[in-house]
């Protein structure tokens, strides 16, 4: 069961990459300068008082703000949603951490919404 719920973790990660955040592709030259930002974590509202509350808010919301703010570098075709290919995979490797402390059936609750809100912005 977990090895299949791994394997959908990563196909779920896989299109969310491959969705673009539905930007265009520019043909943006190597010479332009890098756009330094930083990941958006989600901030765990106050009134969540245990950490496992906390940790399944986040679960819930971390790829929000990554989907749903417009971000300079967008279009780059070398990023993954105007971040670089090590910032996505540091936040990556987070997510799956916080999914591990949460019980399984909220990790697969907030995937199938992932997934959704990723089939939702590839229809648009």
């Given at each position: 069961m977990?090895?299949?719920?791994?394997?959908?973790?990563?196909?779920?990660?896989?299109?969310?990459?491959?969705?673009?955040?539905?930007?265009?592709?520019?043909?943006?030259?190597?010479?332009?300068?890098?756009?330094?930002?930083?990941?958006?974590?989600?901030t765990?509202?106050?009134?969540?008082?245990?950490?496992?509350?906390?940790?399944?808010?986040?679960?819930?919301?971390?790829w929000?703000r990554?989907?749903?703010?417009?971000?300079?570098?967008?279009?780059?075709?070398?990023?993954?949603?105007?971040?670089?290919?090590?910032?996505?995979?540091?936040?990556?490797?987070?997510?799956?951490?916080?999914?591990?402390?949460?019980?399984?059936?909220?990790?697969?609750?907030?995937?199938?919404?992932?997934?959704?809100?990723?089939?939702?912005?590839?229809?648009?």
């Amino acid at each position: 069961m977990k090895k299949s719920f791994s394997l959908a973790l990563v196909c779920c990660l896989a299109v969310l990459a491959a969705a673009g955040c539905g930007r265009s592709r520019s043909g943006r030259g190597p010479a332009e300068a890098e756009v330094s930002q930083e990941f958006p974590l989600p901030t765990v509202p106050a009134v969540v008082s245990s950490q496992q509350e906390a940790a399944e808010y986040i679960v819930n919301h971390y790829w929000n703000r990554f989907l749903d703010e417009p971000r300079k570098g967008a279009e780059d075709t070398s990023k993954v949603c105007g971040f670089t290919v090590s910032q996505f995979n540091e936040a990556l490797s987070q997510y799956a951490g916080i999914l591990g402390a949460v019980p399984l059936q909220v990790a697969a609750r907030a995937e199938t919404a992932l997934l959704e809100k990723v089939g939702e912005m590839q229809r648009q």
